[in-house]
C-alpha cells in the first residue's frame, strides 16, 4: 500500500477506535475543546501500532542520524520501543521522577555524552512535555535536535520546539487529520469547520508557556540569568542591565578620543556595554583611558574592548597586557576568535590581572560570506566549556548556538535604517535578533552616524527592551 493510502487508513482506524474524538471535551488545563485525543488505547490494536511504526520509520526515522530512541513517558513509550527494534537503535527511557533508591538515575539505558538522541511522541499541543523529556536528557549530555510524533495539534508546539532547537517531524497533522475524516464521511463537514475555526483561535494554554521556560535561557528574566553566572563581568552586565533596563551595546567606532567623550556624555545613560576598537583612536592616551573609566563609572555602564584577539596563546598575552593599549587594566571584557584553539583562552584565563576579566567568544560572525560553519560554531561553544570563570558569552546570531543561562549572547550587525552596508555588513532589525536569542545589542553606525544620536539611541533601547519583555513572557512568535 502507498504511504498515503496507509496513512489514510490509519486516521480513519483511529477515529473508529475512539483516540479522536469529537464533541465537548475540557482539557487537563482547562481549555474547551471540540475534538480530544486519547492515543493511550492504541495498545490494544497491534495492528495499528505496526501502522505507526511503520509509517513513522519510513517517513522519518529512516532519513535522521542519531544514536539512540527516547519515547516521552508514558504513552508513547510502547512506539519508540517497536521504532528502536524496527531502526535497530538503542532505547533511552526517561524517568519522570529519579528514584528514590539505588542510583538516582533520571535515563536508563547505556549512552555517552554527545550522542545523538531522537525523541518520539505521539501528540503535541505546547511541545512542553517533548522539552521536559529533551531538558532531561540534554543534561545527561546527549544531543537532541528531533522529535518524530503522530500528531501536531497545530497550537504553538512545533514553534516552541524550534525555539529550543528541536525540528519536529509529524505523521499528520491536525488539519490533514480532519480533512481525511471529513473526505471519508468519519465526520460531518460543519465539525470540520468547527474544528479548523478552533484551531485558528486558540493557542496553547499559558501554563505551558511558563513549563518551556524552564529549559530555555531566552525566557529568562536578566536578573535570574545573574544568579547562574560563572563570570563575574556576565553576573554585572545582566545586573545593570535589569537596572538600567536596557540592552543596548553601544559600538563607539569614532577615531577621536574627543568624539567619543562628547558621544557617551549623551546615550551613556541608555547603554549597558560600550564597545570600542582602540587602535582606530589617532590620539589615544592614558588620560582617555581614565576619563572613559569614570564615564563608565558614572554611568553604570561595561567596556568591551573589540579586539577579537586571533593568535597564538603567548602572542595574545602580551597584546592583552602590554604595547600602548594596556587593555587589561582597563577593558572589562574582550573579544576572541577561536580559530587559534584552546591556548588563547589559556593564555588570557592566566593573564594576571587585578581587576574582574570576561571573554566574549566569537561563534558566529554577521558579516556575508564569512568562512565560519555549524561545526566551528560548535567546537568554539565545546572550546569554552573548559573556562566557565572567564567566559562572559558569545558573539553570535543565532539562539541556537548555547543554551547556558548564566552566557551572554552578544549580538552586532542591527541597524532600522537599511540591510546592510557596502562592505560585508549585513543588519538585522532590533526586534528579529532579539527573537533569534540576542542577549546584549550592539549598535554602531545606525546611531553613531545619526543625526541625533541621543534620540535614536533612545529609540533602539526602547525597542529592544519591549522585545527583551515579550521573550521573557514566552510570547514571541
Ligand atoms: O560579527 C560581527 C562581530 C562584531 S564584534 N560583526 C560586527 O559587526 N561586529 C562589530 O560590531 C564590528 O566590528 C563593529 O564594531 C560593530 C558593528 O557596527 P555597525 O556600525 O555595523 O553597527
Known amino acids: 500500500m502507498d504511504f498515503t493510502k496507509q496513512l489514510e487508513e490509519l486516521a480513519i482506524n483511529l477515529f473508529k477506535i475512539d483516540a479522536v474524538k469529537f464533541g465537548e471535551f475540557t482539557t487537563k488545563s482547562g481549555m474547551k475543546t471540540p475534538v480530544y485525543f486519547d492515543l493511550r488505547v492504541i495498545v490494544s490494536y497491534p495492528a495499528i501500532m505496526e501502522s505507526i511504526s511503520d509509517l513513522l520509520y519510513s517517513s522519518s526515522l529512516i532519513s535522521l542520524e542519531y ?28 524517568r519522570k521522577e529519579a528514584k528514590s533508591y539505588g542510583t538516582k538515575k ?3 539505558g547505556h549512552f555517552s555524552k ?6 518520539v511522541e505521539d501528540v503535541v499541543t505546547s511541545g512542553s512535555s517533548v522539552l521536559e523529556t529533551v531538558n532531561d536528557l540534554r543534561k545527561e549530555g546527549l544531543v537532541v535536535e ?13 514553534q516552541n520546539l524550534e525555539k529550543n532547537r528541536v525540528k519536529m517531524m509529524s505523521l499528520l497533522t491536525m488539519s490533514e ?4 475524516l471529513v473526505d471519508n464521511n468519519c465526520i460531518t463537514k460543519e465539525i470540520g469547520v468547527e474544528v479548523k475555526n478552533y484551531l485558528n483561535s486558540t493557542k496553547a494554554p499559558s501554563v505551558e508557556s511558563s513549563e ?7 525566557n529568562m528574566p536578566y536578573e535570574k540569568r545573574a544568579g547562574v553566572s560563572r563570570n563575574s563581568i556576565a553576573k554585572q552586565l545582566f545586573n545593570i542591565m535589569a537596572t538600567k533596563k536596557t540592552n543596548l551595546c553601544i559600538s563607539v567606532d569614532l577615531t577621536s578620543s574627543v568624539q567619543i567623550l562628547n558621544l557617551l556624555e549623551k546615550v551613556g545613560e541608555h547603554v549597558c556595554l560600550v564597545k570600542t576598537h582602540v587602535d582606530i583612536i589617532e590620539d589615544f592616551n592614558s588620560d582617555f583611558v581614565e576619563q572613559l ?9 561595561l567596556l568591551l574592548e573589540d579586539r577579537k584577539f586571533a593568535d597564538i596563546g603567548n602572542t595574545v598575552s602580551l597584546q592583552y597586557s602590554k604595547g600602548i593599549y594596556k587593555i587589561s587594566e582597563w577593558a572589562d571584557c574582550v573579544t576572541v576568535h577561536s580559530l587559534p584553539g584552546e591556548g588563547i583562552l589559556k593564555a588570557l584565563n592566566s593573564a594576571s590581572s587585578d581587576k574582574s576579566k570576561g571573554v566574549f567568544l566569537l561563534a558566529e560572525m554577521s558579516s556575508e560570506g564569512n568562512l565560519i560553519t555549524p561545526d566551528y560554531t560548535k567546537a568554539t561553544v565545546k572550546m569554552a566549556e573548559k573556562y566557565p570563570q572567564l567566559m562572559t558569552g558569545f558573539v553570535c546570531q543565532n539562539a541556537a548556538t548555547f543554551d ?22 549585513v543588519y538585522n532589525t532590533p526586534e528579529k535578533v532579539i527573537e533569534n536569542g540576542a542577549d546584549v545589542v550592539v549598535v554602531g553606525r545606525g546611531i553613531v552616524a545619526s543625526k541625533n544620536p541621543e534620540t535614536e539611541a533612545v529609540l533602539y533601547k526602547n525597542i529592544l527592551w519591549k522585545s527583551y519583555s515579550k521573550r521573557i513572557l514566552g510570547k514571541m512568535e
Open 212 to 218: 518551556v521556560s524552564a529549559v530555555n535561557r531566552l
Open 106 to 108: 533520571l535515563i536508563e
Open 67 to 94: 544514536d539512540h530512541i527516547c519515547g516521552v513517558p508514558y504513552t508513547a513509550l510502547p512506539i519508540a520501543t517497536l521504532l528502536s527494534v524496527k531502526a535497530k537503535k538503542s532505547m533511552l527511557m526517561r
Open 404 to 425: 547556558d543561562p548564566g552566557l551572554i549572547q552578544l549580538t552586532p550587525g542591527v541597524q532600522l535604517e537599511k540591510p546592510k552596508d557596502n562592505l560585508g555588513q
Open 114 to 119: 554527545n550522542q545523538k538522541c531522537c525523541i
Open 146 to 158: 528531533q522529535a518524530v510524533i503522530i500528531l501536531d495539534r497545530e497550537q504553538g508546539g512545533r
Open 177 to 180: 487529520l480532519i480533512k481525511i
Open 293 to 301: 573609566k569614570q564615564m563608565a563609572t558614572k554611568f553604570n555602564f
